[in-house]
C-alpha cells in the first residue's frame, strides 16, 4: 500500500514557476515508477509527466515539455514537478500517481494522491 500526498500548489503568474512535491508513505516507494496528471474544470484527466522507478527514465507530454521537470529522491520518498513558464492553459488540480511502470495512461497507476491546486493567472 502506497499513500501519497501533494503539496506546493497555489496561485502564480503567467511566467512563473512552481514546484510541486508529492510525499509517499510506504517502504516500497523506490520501487514504483511515478506519474503526475492534471485536470482543468469540464475537462478529462491528462498525463503531464511520468519517472521510472531509479528516476533514470522520464516521459513529458508535449504541452510540457521543456517547461516541466520531473524527479524524485528515493531516500525521501518523495517525487517532484519542477514548473517554467506556466501559461494559464496549466490551470488544473494536479495528482501524482505509482505504477509498477512509467506511462502515459492513467489506468494503469495503482495508487493516487488527492491533488493540488494550481491556478496561473494571465
Known amino acids: 500500500q502506497v499513500q501519497l500526498v501533494e503539496s506546493g500548489g497555489g496561485l502564480v503568474q503567467a511566467g512563473g514557476s512552481l514546484r510541486l512535491s508529492c510525499a509517499a508513505s510506504?517502504?516500497?516507494?523506490?520501487?514504483?515508477?511515478m506519474g503526475w496528471f492534471r485536470q482543468a474544470p469540464g475537462k478529462e484527466r491528462e498525463f503531464v509527466a511520468a519517472?521510472?522507478?531509479?528516476?533514470?527514465?522520464?516521459y513529458y507530454a508535449n504541452s510540457v515539455k521543456g517547461r516541466f521537470t520531473i524527479s524524485r529522491d528515493n531516500a525521501k520518498n518523495t517525487v517532484y514537478l519542477q514548473m517554467n513558464s506556466l501559461k494559464p492553459e496549466d490551470t488544473a488540480v494536479y495528482y501524482c500517481a505509482a505504477s509498477v511502470k512509467p506511462t502515459f495512461r492513467g489506468y494503469e497507476y495503482d495508487y493516487w494522491g488527492q491533488g493540488t491546486q494550481v491556478t496561473v493567472s494571465s
Open positions: 510506504g517502504r516500497t516507494f523506490s520501487s514504483y515508477a
Open positions: 519517472i521510472s522507478w531509479s528516476g533514470g527514465t522520464t
